[in-house]
Each structure stands twice: as C-alpha cells, then as structure tokens.
C-alpha cells in the first residue's frame, strides 16, 4: 500500500502559479506505479488533471491544463510534482494524489487504490 500525503496548495490571483507537491512512500521500489493528479471542485464531481508513470515518465493530461501544468516524478525523493501556470478561476478546487499499480487511467478515479487527504488551490 502506498501512503501519500499532498502540499502545496493556497490562494493565487488569476494568472498566478501554484506548485503542488506530493510525497508518497510504501510501495515496492521498481515496480510500474500510476500516479495521479484529480481535481474535484465545490459540488462538482472529482476530475482527472495529469498521471504520470513512474517507471519511466510517461504523462498524460486533461485538455483543459494541456501547456499550463507539468507533472513530474522524483523517483530518488519519493515525490510527484505537479507545477501549475496561467492558473483561472475554474481551477479552484481540492487536489488530490492517488497511485496505482500498472497502467494509468488518468480520468477513472475509481481504480486508483491510494489517494492523499487533499490540499485546496484558490484562484480569484
């Protein structure tokens, strides 16, 4: 089981930038681990933003953050970044990370078994 814990968030004016953090431990080193990036606005449903592969880095987005938000994995700090740009209002929301393993299935919350507790991105 891989733990994740989140940070990062904040309030940022429209334009701003916000760069989250995601530190994530357990787990067996090596193996292929989908990690992911969701959003999940007030009274909205939970949306996919980015997944990344660990074992090789392979990414994957959501049109609506395609060249304003970068995943990225540390593999050697145990992190998963994700650096957001350009931000708009209709980015606010609570993020959160989650992991699996094998493939990634970047807009499918439901198959991902680990998931931090959530860090909030404010944008006015």
């Known amino acids: 089981q891989v733990q994740l814990v989140e940070s990062g968030g904040g309030s940022v004016q429209d334009g701003g930038s916000l760069r989250l953090s995601c530190a994530f431990s357990?787990?067996?080193?090596?193996?292929?681990?989908?990690m992911g990036w969701f959003r999940q606005p007030p009274g909205k449903e939970r949306e996919g933003v980015a997944s990344?592969?660990?074992?090789?880095?392979?990414?994957d987005y959501a049109d609506s953050v395609k060249g304003r938000f970068t995943a990225s994995r540390d593999n050697a700090k145990n992190t998963l970044d994700l650096e957001m740009t350009t931000l708009k209002p209709e980015d606010t929301a609570t993020y959160y990370c989650?992991?699996?393993?094998?493939?990634?299935?970047?807009?499918?919350?439901?198959?991902?078994?680990?998931w931090g507790q959530g860090t909030q991105v404010t944008v006015s």
């Open positions: 990344v592969i660990t074992i090789d880095g392979t990414t």
């Open positions: 989650a992991a699996r393993g094998g493939s990634c299935a970047r807009d499918d919350p439901s198959v991902y078994t680990s």
């Open positions: 357990g787990g067996t080193r090596g193996n292929r681990i989908c």
